[in-house]
């Protein structure tokens, strides 16, 4: 079910960035804090959080936002 959250809350997000050019910006961030923070959440509920994840987790979680925004300021 946390999955199906995230799916949608991605959805809403990603249709917001394409419908609303003003907006790309600070949707490419949310989308990044929120891919980050959802990932925090869902393994300190397993009790697994450790180190290597939270950098995995940042890192993707930049990555994506990075290239949202570049592709915002390019367009």
Same mark, same amino acid.
């Not at 290239?67 to 915002?72: A, D, G, H, T, Y």
């Given at each position: 079910?946390?999955?199906?959250?995230? %799916?949608?809350? @991605?959805?809403? *997000?990603? %249709?917001?960035? %394409?419908?609303?050019?003003?907006?790309? @910006?600070?949707?490419?961030?949310?989308?990044?804090?929120?891919?980050? /923070?959802?990932?925090?959440?869902?393994?300190?509920?397993?009790?697994?959080?450790? /180190?290597?994840?939270? /950098?995995?987790?940042?890192?993707?979680? %930049? *990555?994506?936002?990075?290239? /949202?925004?570049?592709?915002? @300021?390019?367009?």
């Amino acid at each position: 079910m946390p999955y199906l959250n995230l %799916l949608t809350w @991605l959805i809403i *997000l990603g %249709l917001i960035y %394409l419908k609303v050019p003003q907006y790309r @910006l600070p949707v490419s961030v949310v989308m990044g804090i929120s891919y980050f /923070l959802w990932g925090m959440f869902i393994h300190k509920r397993d009790k697994t959080l450790f /180190l290597p994840v939270v /950098l995995e987790y940042l890192a993707i979680s %930049l *990555l994506g936002a990075i290239v /949202l925004i570049f592709i915002s @300021l390019r367009a």
